[in-house]
């Protein structure tokens, strides 16, 4: 069973970074190149909506919402992927997941990933 588990969240000041991070594990061929992933929030209230995504080949997009602001990298040798949070303002304060999908896909549609974590909670106080 494939898993995702995310850390890294917290609270900061407006205006500070954060580095989110997704390890992936459970496939048992191991070969997590061949897996896309995505970044997605969801504050109380709100729908879920993605963030950044990267596919198998590390193509990456990223919410125009965030655009200049997050970055989203991979460490293929620690099957993780990053999402670099700078210059972070109040209105980035949600819950935050990592998705996967053992294909290729580039896409912030939540409906592609087959693989949730459970989520790592950043707050942002102003």
């Known amino acids: 069973q494939v898993q995702l588990v995310e850390s890294g969240g917290g609270s900061v000041q407006a205006g500070g970074s954060l580095r989110l991070s997704c390890d992936i594990s459970?496939?048992?061929?191991?070969?997590?190149?061949?897996?896309?992933m995505g970044w997605f929030r969801q504050a109380p209230g709100k729908e879920r909506e993605g963030v950044a995504a990267?596919?198998?080949?590390?193509?990456?997009i990223v919410a125009d919402s965030v655009k200049g602001r997050f970055t989203m990298s991979k460490d293929n040798a620690e099957n993780t992927v990053y999402l670099q949070m700078n210059s972070l303002v109040p209105e980035d304060t949600a819950m935050y997941y990592c998705?996967?999908?053992?294909?290729?896909?580039?896409?912030?549609?939540?409906?592609?990933?087959?693989?949730w974590g459970q989520g790592t909670q950043v707050t942002v106080s102003s």
């Open positions: 459970g496939d048992t061929s191991t070969d997590y190149s061949m897996y896309s």
């Open positions: 998705a996967a999908i053992r294909a290729w896909a580039r896409t912030l549609s939540s409906k592609v990933y087959d693989y």
């Open positions: 990267m596919d198998r080949f590390g193509g990456t």
